[in-house]
């Protein structure tokens, strides 16, 4: 069974740096792109960032681009998002989510809230 | 980075059938762009339901289909049930890593 299970969400002040944790289980961690989608209070869904598999390839939303890194462990099966310069705008429930056939999003983890006020 | 737009909200009676679309701000939604569609019940992870056009997930009944209608993706629901009562959002990919999210509709079923 595909597992994902995101930490390291909390209150953080503006201007703070943050870093999430999406430990995978389940399936071959190293096959598969993983990303990150992020859902304000009362908010659509997000796309914020993703990578391939290996890692090599990473990707951004314009709205993040160069305050947030987007990395992972094959070792540990665990994804991560360093998030730096932290807005307001930024506070939202950050979800993993892997990256199945055909361009989709085939599992999600269950979010970790991520809350930036002073 | 493009827009994709959705209908705010939509209302369908119980039994009833409902089309929400996808539309991209800089043209038409093709395969090419494998829309998927999520459901989302408040406080709950997003579910997938359709990705690549029109492919069903594991489990997902046959009520729920999708397909491409007047250049926009389109989810539709045959025989509505209460259930249904959900947040819908269509994803589109726009190749190179980059996915952008629909808005959202807000599904009422009553």
């Known amino acids: 069974e595909v597992q994902l299970l995101e930490s ?66 094959n070792s540990k099966n665990t994804l991560y998002l360093q998030m730096n310069s932290l807005r307001a705008e930024d506070t939202a429930v950050y979800y993993c989510a892997k990256r199945g056939g055909a361009n989709q999003f085939d599992y999600w983890g269950q979010g970790t809230l991520v809350t930036v006020s002073s | 980075q493009s827009v994709v737009t959705q209908e705010p909200s939509f209302s369908v009676s119980p039994g009833g059938t409902v089309t929400l679309t996808c539309a991209l701000s800089s043209g038409s939604v093709s395969t090419s762009y494998y829309p998927s569609w999520y459901q989302q019940t408040p406080g709950q992870a997003p579910r997938t339901l359709i990705y690549s056009t029109n492919t069903r997930s594991s489990g997902v009944p046959d009520r729920f289909s999708g397909s491409i209608l007047e250049n926009k993706a389109a989810l539709t629901i045959t025989g509505a049930q209460a259930d249904d009562e959900s947040d819908y959002y269509c994803v589109l990919y726009m190749g190179s890593g980059i996915w952008v999210f629909g808005g959202g509709t807000k599904l009422t079923v009553l």
């Open chain 1, 8 to 73: 390291g969400g909390g209150l953080v002040q503006p201007g703070g740096s943050l870093r999430l944790s999406c430990a995978a289980s389940g399936f071959t961690f190293s096959s598969y792109g993983m990303s990150w989608v992020r859902q304000a209070p009362g908010k659509g869904l997000e796309w914020v960032s993703g990578l391939s598999g290996s890692g090599i390839s990473t990707d951004y939303a314009d709205s993040v681009k160069g305050r947030f890194t987007i990395s992972r462990d």
